[in-house]
């Protein structure tokens, strides 16, 4: 999922909230300590990718972003299937708050396929702040944060002509040799959003190893897993 989908999400709960927060020193020390928990291991060489391994409930990835002098934390998590879709969970940790979403998908699998993301169907779409109850974001509020959030996730479609060698990548999860370049673009409130992405097959979701982007935003993979991710709520 890109950060593009995780900043409309939060301003869909600041909007519940109805304020901003002040920067949390606790939030801070948790980014910090995301971004410390280096891993040493090595992922091989596996042929150039091609899609991303097939999808399971419990697989995560959890990715750093930084950009504009601030660092902030995405987990996105296959935490359940339902209605033949699956149930995708992002959590957002900045400086100013802890949210979390969670989203019943249909149609990625083929979407993944066919490169087009009018295959895709979001289903329903929850979200929780910090400590705040959950909100169920449904009717013409539905349909206004779909109309955004699906054309975001394009970034998550691999455009397999554009694919390139990307030699050896090395992120706070570890090192991953022979990843593969690809560059996504994404259209959002009459922008372009262009980014330069490293994939690798070890890694579940999207298989993004490291992105960075035009505009001066960088993601890096922390930590993933092929099992392990629950609901949160």
Same mark, same amino acid.
């Given at each position: 999922?890109?950060?593009?989908?995780?900043?409309?999400?939060?301003?869909?709960?600041?909007?519940?909230?109805?304020?901003?927060?002040?920067?949390?020193?606790?939030?801070?020390?948790?980014?910090?300590?995301?971004?410390?928990?280096?891993?040493?291991?090595?992922?091989?060489?596996?042929?150039?990718?091609?899609?991303?391994?097939?999808?399971?409930?419990?697989?995560?990835?959890?990715?750093?972003?930084?950009?504009?002098?601030?660092?902030?934390?995405?987990?996105?998590?296959?935490?359940?299937?339902?209605?033949?879709?699956?149930?995708?969970?992002?959590?957002?940790?900045?400086?100013?708050?802890?949210?979390?979403?969670?989203?019943?998908?249909?149609?990625?699998?083929?979407?993944?396929?066919?490169?087009?993301?009018?295959?895709?169907?979001?289903?329903?779409?929850?979200?929780?702040?910090?400590?705040?109850?959950?909100?169920?974001?449904?009717?013409?509020?539905?349909?206004?944060?779909?109309?955004?959030?699906?054309? !975001?996730?394009?970034?998550?479609?691999?455009?397999?002509?554009?694919?390139?060698?990307?030699?050896?990548?090395?992120?706070?999860?570890?090192?991953?040799?022979?990843?593969?370049?690809?560059?996504?673009?994404?259209?959002?409130?009459?922008?372009?959003?262009?980014?330069?992405?490293?994939?690798?097959?070890?890694?579940?979701?999207?298989?993004?190893?490291?992105?960075?982007?035009?505009?001066?935003?960088?993601?890096?993979?922390?930590?993933?897993?092929?099992?392990? !991710?629950?609901?949160?709520?």
């Amino acid at each position: 999922m890109s950060r593009i989908v995780i900043v409309l999400l939060a301003l869909l709960l600041s909007s519940c909230a109805g304020m901003m927060p002040e920067p949390n020193p606790a939030y801070i020390s948790r980014i910090d300590s995301y971004f410390t928990q280096a891993k040493s291991k090595t992922y091989g060489d596996s042929g150039k990718f091609t899609a991303p391994v097939p999808y399971k409930v419990g697989q995560y990835v959890t990715q750093g972003i930084t950009g504009q002098g601030e660092r902030s934390i995405s987990t996105m998590a296959i935490v359940g299937q339902e209605f033949g879709g699956w149930i995708i969970e992002t959590r957002s940790l900045t400086p100013t708050a802890d949210s979390i979403s969670q989203m019943l998908i249909k149609g990625l699998d083929t979407a993944m396929k066919t490169n087009s993301i009018k295959d895709i169907d979001i289903v329903w779409l929850k979200t929780k702040a910090d400590n705040q109850p959950v909100q169920t974001i449904d009717g013409a509020m539905l349909s206004m944060a779909e109309s955004f959030v699906k054309p !975001a996730l394009e970034g998550l479609l691999i455009t397999t002509s554009a694919l390139q060698d990307g030699g050896s990548q090395q992120v706070p999860a570890g090192t991953f040799k022979g990843a593969t370049a690809s560059r996504s673009e994404v259209s959002f409130l009459g922008k372009k959003y262009i980014s330069d992405v490293w994939l690798h097959p070890a890694v579940p979701l999207n298989g993004m190893v490291k992105s960075v982007a035009n505009t001066g935003q960088t993601i890096e993979l922390l930590d993933f897993g092929m099992k392990g !991710a629950v609901r949160s709520f």
